[in-house]
């Protein structure tokens, strides 16, 4: 089996069992965005008139919300089982892990954090220096490319399209698996997703992605039998 350098994992709906990090900070002040979901979708707006629009809303639920309050809302978030088995796996045979993610830079960073992943990219939202919320975020991933951070990983980490895994479940990461060597689609949401990947994982646990990175049965075993 081929080596690899980099893993490029999506985190909504692949490291988190959310379907956005967006919509987890929707469904904990109670308010729906479902309106303006359609009209990115449909292209009336962009990503950031999207996120602002999100953080408007909870700005009229909680005036005073502050970034404090947001990390407190993803401590309770959903993960996705086998994270740790999977990321000391990689990191153990030399392997680079990083998340590239459309979501909210607060999750990232705190999963990154946890079980140690080497870096992350995800959107961000402005806070003042008392740290209250501006109302604006700020786009760190375009979602209509998120190969662009893939390439710029792959430059960081000094290796090649070749030698990088990605990692995704829906349309928006099809853009990472074009620039990479090899492509999993993690529970895949969409048939495109499917599609344009070179393997297709149906799992509820990550560590299910190794059987397509490592020839590594010691390390298989140890994701199956310490699910985290």
Known sequence: MKRYDLVCFDMDGVLTA????????NLCLDVDNDETYRAYI??????????????????AV??????????????????TEGIQETVACLKSNGIRCVIVSGGVDIAARMIAEEFGFDDYVADGICSNPDGTLTGEGMMNVDLNDKGISVRRFIEKYGTTK??????????????????????????????????AATYVVQSGNISDVLDHILP???CQSLSKSNPS
């Open 162 to 195: 070749d030698r990088t895994v990605s990692i995704g479940n829906s349309y928006t990461d099809i853009p990472m698996f074009r620039d990479s060597g090899v492509s999993i689609a993690f529970n895949p949401t969409d048939d495109f997703t499917k599609e």
């Open 18 to 25: 959310l379907r956005s990090s967006w919509h987890w900070l």
């Open 42 to 59: 449909s292209g009336e707006i962009d990503q950031p008139e999207f996120m602002r629009r999100d953080i408007s809303q909870w700005k």
């Open 216 to 218: 590594c049965d010691d």
């Open 62 to 79: 909680k005036p005073d919300i502050r970034i404090s309050d947001l990390i407190r809302f993803f401590q309770n978030m959903p993960l």
